[in-house]
Each structure stands twice: as structure tokens, then as C-alpha cells.
């Protein structure tokens, strides 16, 4: 009679781990970094169609790396939770300490269960406040796991080496500029240390910004407004020109479908 196959329970979740940080580095990373007027994201994708950051409501956002298809499944069910709350309650009661909560049940379930793989994604789900003290970031990693982030945080990819970069070099009361030629920076680095160029159609760029009149604080950065903040050429506000565009494309994008199974990488 054969002897049963045993895998110790530390193993199998080492294992499981491991699986999961492999899938997560394949992707490309994304940066979030707070400033004067709230927070940036900013994520090396190709693709116009399939996001990395997305709006989830009023005064939160979400940025994932790793399979696109899971983190999609996360995305779609932080909104249907974020909506059923602001609607049984008040809006007033979403906040991203909550969603975070929701996620890390979520994720710690998915990564303990024999039945199913651990999900190849590391998440932040982050939440403009009245004031930069007000402001929360929260990193999620595969396992459901959350870590309460200030100023800067990097995932996917190379995050290690990047986080070093950005905490070295980020400051309290960056403008947008700033910001987001730090994040370019920081993203351009290469395993060995050398810079690689990375032009605006590489980027995908967000900010949670604070001084926005309307209640949605959420605005993607496109086009010539991100051109130009990457020349150094501009400072953006609540009325920029471009700014009438930007929230069409917004509107547009926070829907993205996509039936791809894997982040492009």
C-alpha cells in the first residue's frame, strides 16, 4: 500500500504565496503618491481600454496589478458594495477603510481555500480626505492582508526598488507636476538601476483631487493636460481646459470591459 502524499500546512501556504508574488511581478507596476491637492496614480499601461485605475465613488479610488480578469471581479464588486451602502445608508458612510475591510475578507478567503488558486492581483484602495491628513491608502496584498500607507506606495513589478526611489525623494506638498514626473521617475527605473524613457501614451494617469467643486473627485489625465504637466508647462486645476474632456473620457473609462484573462504586460 502506497504512502499518502503529505504536504505540511506551512508548505502548501508558502507555496501558495510564492504562486501568487510570481503572477504579481509579471505585471508592470503602479504608483500612487499623495500631493498638495490629493492623490495620483499612475500606472505604466499600453492598453486604452483595459484600466488599472478606475473609480469606485465619490471620494475613492482603486489600482491593481497583476490578472486582469480577478481584479476586474474586485473592481466590479467594491462599486456594487460602494452603491448599495451610499443608497441603504449615506454616502457619507462609504469610505475606503470599509472597502478595504471588504477586500481583505475577500482575498484572505480566496488565499486560504483548498479549493481554488490564490488570486494573482495586489490591490490599493485609496480615499481623498478634506486635507492631506485626511487623506487614506491602504495596500492589499494577495493574501488579504492590509497595510495603511502613507505618501507613497508601489506595487507590481519592480515595487521594492521603486518604493525606495519615491520615499527617498517624496515630499509633503508636491503640486501635480511634481508628483507625477517623481512617479515617471520612479517607474522608468530598471531592475539594474538605469532609466528607461516612457512617454505619456505609455501612462495611465489619475488623481483623486480635493479642490474639485463637484462631489465625484475622481478625473483621469489624458492627452495634451498630461503632455503638458509632463513638460512642466502647466498646473492643473479644477478649471482646466481640458478638463471637459477629461471627465467624457472618465465617464467612459470607469466602465472598461474587457474579456482578456491577463494584464498586458
Known amino acids: 500500500m502506497s504512502t499518502p502524499f503529505y504536504v505540511s500546512p506551512q508548505q502548501a501556504m508558502a507555496d501558495r504565496a510564492e504562486f501568487a508574488r510570481k503572477g504579481i511581478a509579471r505585471g508592470r507596476s503602479v504608483v500612487v503618491l499623495q500631493y498638495a491637492d490629493g492623490i495620483v ?48 445608508y449615506d454616502r457619507a458612510d462609504v469610505n475606503a477603510r470599509g472597502l478595504a475591510n471588504v477586500y481583505a475578507q475577500a482575498l484572505g478567503n480566496i488565499f486560504s481555500s483548498v479549493g481554488e488558486k490564490p488570486y494573482e492581483v495586489e490591490l490599493i484602495v485609496a480615499e481623498v480626505g478634506a486635507g492631506p491628513e485626511d487623506d487614506q491608502i491602504y495596500r492589499l496584498p494577495h493574501d488579504g492582508s492590509v497595510v495603511d500607507e502613507h505618501g507613497t506606495v508601489a506595487i507590481g513589478g519592480n515595487a521594492d526598488q521603486i518604493s525606495s526611489f519615491l520615499e527617498e525623494r517624496h515630499r509633503e506638498g508636491m503640486s501635480l507636476a511634481e508628483a507625477l514626473k ?27 483631487d480635493r479642490t474639485r467643486p463637484q462631489q465625484r473627485k475622481f478625473k483621469r489625465v489624458l492627452g495634451r493636460q498630461l503632455a503638458r504637466l509632463l513638460d512642466g508647462t502647466a498646473a492643473v486645476g479644477a478649471g482646466s481646459s481640458d478638463e471637459a474632456d477629461e471627465d467624457e473620457d472618465a465617464a467612459e473609462g470607469s466602465e472598461a470591459s474587457g474579456a482578456s484573462g491577463t494584464e498586458e504586460e
Do not use: W
Open 41 to 88: 496614480f499612475v500606472a505604466e499601461n499600453m492598453s486604452r481600454a483595459l484600466h488599472k485605475v478606475s473609480e469606485i465613488y465619490d471620494r475613492i479610488a482603486f489600482a491593481a496589478v497583476g490578472k486582469y480578469n480577478e481584479f476586474e471581479n474586485l473592481r466590479i464588486a467594491g462599486v456594487r458594495y460602494a452603491d448599495l451602502r451610499g443608497y441603504s
Open 182 to 208: 517623481l512617479a515617471v521617475e520612479s517607474l522608468a527605473r530598471d531592475n539594474n538601476g538605469s532609466d528607461r524613457t516612457i512617454t505619456p501614451e505609455q501612462l495611465e494617469v489619475a488623481v483623486l
